[in-house]
């Protein structure tokens, strides 16, 4: 049986009186296991809110190195970070948050040769990167893996996120079946984003990544959450199964992870 510390009790107590999660909710949290893909505009403050939650184990996929340009929306690299890998400067804050999650750095660009042995010890795996084929790679390996996959994208005012359980839910690739050509998506340097999006949508991974572990609550399973932060609005948009899909449907055509050409310098964060 779990026993918690006299300064885990002060620590977590918010939890263990709320409805829905309380001690045996916290226990699970402690001893779960979850990886963000990005450590940048969503991976900053999802990572921050789950390590702030007590979740046992956080590990942080990005390849970057802290850039100026990032300071106006990842909330974990401060100015003084400046050239320090992102997944370094993450873990030193969020290891001074909570020192009862571990911090695992996985200091490395994404690909089809090592993402299913990279997500294969988490429980949920959170993405948060910032371009296309990324996504649809991580989407394709979750499936493969049989992986809960906590989506989100942000995209100058506007936001989206959804939940994926594969062999239940539809995939990404129900949403988006191949990703755009080159050139016809704004870049991520391109295109422009309110940094308090990224927040919001980040935010509302960690929520998801906690009621899947939990097993409460209506997670956005089949739903794909849109939020307009010009409108001030949230919509729901139901998402329907594609039988055909090429990844999740009953007879698959993609067998093989593929890794398909990059339409930002950078596979890390949003």
Known sequence: MFHFSDEQIERYSRHIILPHVGGKGQEKLLESKVLMIGAGGLG????????AAGIGTLGLADDDAVDRSNLQ?????FTSDLGAPKTRSAARKLADLNPDCQIHQHSLRV???NILDLIDPYDVILDGTDNFPARFLINDACVMARKPLIHAGVFRFEGQATTIIPGETPCYRCVFPEPPPLGMIPSCQEAGILGCVAGIMGAIQATEAIKVLLKIGEPLLGKLLIFDALAMQFR?????RDKECAICSDHPTITQLIDYNQSCDSAGGE
């Open 236 to 240: 729901q948009a139901a998402i329907p």
């Open 73 to 77: 929306r990842q909330i974990l690299h």
């Open 111 to 113: 690909d089809s040769s």
């Open 44 to 51: 900053s403050p999802a990572a921050y809110y789950l390590t």
